[in-house]
């Protein structure tokens, strides 16, 4: 059996982002990992809840908010300063696509280094330095995503897709003094 915190019944998207995101990104740029993970069946609204919709503002999604919230804390931070790095993978017919990349031509695989970190090998982790660099590379990841139109929605993607932010911080202090990394 399992348990439910809750349930967001008829809830919108800021909603939505303050109940099961907002603490992500606060504890991550503390230096914790976050993961916010959309599951369902076909049709459920997965990719709504996590990209929303490009054709009003209102209906972003869970992954522009945040990208939205952590420049935002990070132009408050007087104490430290980030980088930011953004991957974009995607699990299509068992096979991984980078879709920061337009030529797929590498063949990616999922590796474990010496320090128990489970990565995939080979992935693009792109820098990024304000909001507007960050949503581009989320909108150009969407472009170059497969699509596989079903009975239950037409623009199906009918892949799985993991968006990444990594986020190393420095002291402003010590810039040597890496605090996460």
Request: hydrophobic content about 35%; overall charge negative.
């Amino acid at each position: 059996s399992f348990c439910v915190d809750r349930v967001l019944h008829y809830s919108n998207q800021e909603e939505v982002y303050d109940e099961v995101a907002s603490d992500v990104v606060l504890s991550t740029l503390q230096g914790y990992n976050g993961t916010v993970l959309s599951y369902g069946q076909t049709g459920s609204g997965k990719s709504f809840s996590m990209m929303g919709t490009t054709d009003n503002y209102k209906h972003r999604g869970i992954i522009p908010r945040a990208i939205e919230h952590v420049f935002r804390e990070i132009a408050n931070s007087a104490t430290n300063t980030y980088t930011l790095r953004i991957s974009y993978l995607e699990i299509y017919n068992e096979t991984l696509f980078d879709l920061l990349l337009s030529d797929q031509l590498a063949e990616y695989k999922v590796v474990e280094d010496g320090k128990g970190s489970t990565h995939v090998k080979g992935l693009t982790r792109k820098v990024v330095n304000n909001q507007e660099e960050a949503l581009n590379l989320l909108f150009e990841g969407e472009t170059n995503r497969a699509l596989g139109a079903h009975h239950y929605n037409r623009a199906s993607s009918r892949s799985h897709c993991i968006f990444t932010m990594y986020v190393d911080i420095r002291s402003r202090s010590d810039a040597d003094e890496i605090l996460v990394g």
